[in-house]
């Protein structure tokens, strides 16, 4: 339980700091893409639908889903496939996001 709290905690931390680049590199660039990086479960919900509630929540629960997610991976070995499949989904939902959002 210990390990899903301070997990939970990194993923929240992560939130805040990926969304702090989003908002830094969006407005460098006048566009949403950076957003779409970093939050791509929300740029497809935002594209997709008219649930721009369920984006905001989708954003502030991704990080420590990821968290909760690789935490109880136990071993080196198990535990860089587990981030390394992680971040092949996030990158499928990456496009999915641009093509589905991107304006």
Request: hydrophobic content about 55%; proline content about 5%; glycine content about 8%.
């Amino acid at each position: 339980m210990k390990r899903i709290l301070i997990g939970t905690a990194i993923g929240t931390v992560l939130t805040v700091v990926f969304f702090t680049l989003a908002g830094f590199f969006g407005g460098a660039c006048h566009c949403v893409t950076p957003t779409t990086a970093f939050f791509p479960y929300a740029a497809i919900v935002w594209g997709a639908t008219t649930w721009d509630s369920m984006g905001t929540v989708l954003i502030a629960l991704q990080f420590p889903f990821y968290a909760i997610v690789l935490i109880p991976v136990r071993g080196i070995p198990r535990r860089i496939l587990s981030f390394v499949l992680l971040l092949l989904v996030h990158s499928a939902a990456i496009v999915a996001g641009l093509r589905v959002y991107h304006h």
